[in-house]
């Protein structure tokens, strides 16, 4: 047993004393058939917070010859399958947490050659009969090892892009792309290798060595396949935890949902704890990191990517190339790149089959909001944002003009580019303008209603405020677009709801560029 080779399971051990545990243990069944299989080279990446070294402490408890973790794992899921215990606790497990090793380093440049040194150390603790030389790569001792013991190794590497986040010299990126390139595309090595699984932000680098580490297989948040549900909360699994701890569901999923893979709703579990634990829902994931991240890359401002960023602020989803971005943090030349990017951040949510990107949830919402608000680009944007509250305390109270003015402005900001005459550039400014009543409502685009599409619905998430209908028309009258929601009964659709309705008839004017607004009162 040993720091790096066979490490024990005190960490795991830790995290199951923890007040909320969920147990994501089957994930483990899971990797055992990917070994059984010959799929024994996984990249796990997620966002920060979303359990990616928790599942990876698991794995080495589990897989670990330094250990006997039979009745750590007795309480959970996994003890259950039929296959728990044919890898129990029966290799060679090297774990190494990267982010750890580079932080706590001072002469970086010196950082593997340490490294290497370290783990060696160990091997010649544990295999005494094996003569390993000083010069010694890692792969060629694992191999030594191997030739002498027939005993295969599984590797875990926590965060292993952090040295490509951080920017690291030429020469140390150099010197990882060999290590990594020595330990696992080596077809010598590869009998050796039971597993190697790594875990980080950013998927692998196709950058230089795509032709390199292409035999992983990737399970990114672009599309995690069988390990959808293992990293990150699901809503079942939120809803339980809601349940039991007497939290409001619908609020929770407000503030922290936005993320779908195969049929499953992800969570972000640090967020979540957090929210549960103090009984109060807020931006906890953010107080961890910076929104710095989101306003570099806005900054570079590529060509379309201002109008999109205005339209995901208002709520929208806009189009999105991931196929490009080469997963290192010096080939940004579209706002495709940068939007990918934000997505395996977390800023960003993707839907695969849309092809489409939009802010997932309350939380991230925030942070986008603090991104731009020092953004000379987006000071417009930000006084509008700034407006919304004051603006639907306006609608609320009735006061069609205010609306009017709000929505000249708003509409001119999110054209750029854009036809200003477009009706979707319209429902923009509308969602624009209203983006506070998002902390109030759930909004409803082109809802089915009572005999047609009702353009836009605001549902109060909470009873004491009203549910509010929008219906927009163009050259025409705020009175033909009232009449249209009460003789098409577009009220009718909250059959959920019953209490007060505000109406709202817009008119946009082509030739005056002006806005009409008039507002009813309705009771259900």
Request: net charge negative.
């Amino acid at each position: 047993m040993g720091i790096y080779l066979n490490p024990d399971n005190e960490n795991f051990k830790a995290t199951l004393t923890r007040e909320i545990y969920v147990d994501k243990t089957q994930m483990i069944s899971q990797i055992n058939h990917f070994m059984a299989t010959d799929n024994k080279y996984i990249c796990v990446s997620r966002p920060r917070r979303f359990g990616k070294t928790i599942a990876g402490n698991m794995l080495a408890a589990y897989y670990s010859k330094g250990c006997d973790s039979r009745q750590l794992f007795s309480p959970y899921k996994i003890s259950s399958v039929f296959d728990f215990e044919s890898n129990l606790n029966k290799f060679n497990v090297i774990k190494i947490d990267m982010n750890s090793e580079f932080q706590n380093i001072e002469d970086k440049d010196n950082l593997l050659k340490n490294l290497t040194k370290k783990i060696k150390s160990e091997f010649s603790n544990e295999f005494q009969d094996v003569e390993l030389e000083e010069e010694d790569t890692l792969g060629e001792s694992i191999l030594k090892i191997y030739a002498k013991t027939k005993q295969t190794f599984i590797i875990i590497i926590d965060e292993y892009d952090v040295l490509v986040r951080e920017e690291t010299s030429p020469k140390l990126f150099s010197e990882y792309l060999s290590l990594l390139n020595g330990l696992f595309k080596s077809d010598t090595l590869r009998p050796a290798i039971s597993l190697a699984y790594l875990t980080g932000i950013l998927p692998i680098v196709r950058d230089k060595i795509q032709s390199k580490l292409n035999n992983f297989e990737e399970y990114t948040i672009l599309d995690a396949s069988e390990l959808a549900e293992y990293i990150g909360f699901t809503s079942m699994e939120v809803r339980e935890l809601c349940n039991k701890y007497s939290v409001n569901f619908e609020e929770c999923q407000n503030w922290y949902d936005g993320y779908s893979q195969h049929g499953y709703e992800i969570y972000n579990p640090e967020s979540v704890v957090k929210a549960i634990q103090k009984n109060d829902f807020s931006s906890y994931w953010g107080k961890t990191s910076t929104y710095e991240a989101i306003a570099e890359r806005i900054r570079e401002n590529f060509e379309g990517t201002k109008e999109d960023v205005i339209r995901m602020l208002s709520g929208e989803s806009v189009d999105v190339n991931v196929t490009r971005f080469m997963n290192t943090m010096n080939s940004f030349t579209t706002k495709s790149d940068v939007f990918t990017y934000l997505i395996h951040l977390g800023y960003l949510a993707y839907d695969r089959e849309e092809k489409t990107c939009r802010i997932p949830n309350k939380e991230v919402r925030q942070e986008w909001f603090n991104a731009i608000e020092s953004e000379p680009e987006y000071q417009v944007t930000n006084k509008i944002i700034q407006s919304s509250k004051e603006l639907l305390l306006e609608t609320l109270a009735g006061n069609d003009e205010a609306v009017a003015n709000a929505l000249d402005v708003s509409h001119i900001h999110v054209t750029s580019n854009r036809s200003y005459n477009n009706e979707d550039a319209l429902q923009s400014a509308i969602y624009l303008s209203f983006i506070y009543a998002l902390n109030k409502y759930t909004c409803i685009k082109e809802m089915t209603t009572g005999k047609g599409f009702a353009d836009v619905v605001y549902i109060p998430l909470k009873s004491e405020n009203p549910a509010i209908i929008v219906e927009l028309k163009r050259n025409s009258c705020t009175e033909t677009a009232l009449n249209q929601i009460k003789e098409k009964n577009y009220f009718q659709s909250l059959s959920n709801y019953s209490g007060n309705l505000l109406f709202v008839g817009i008119n946009y004017d082509e030739k005056s560029k002006k806005h009409q607004c008039k507002i009813e009162k309705f009771v259900k």
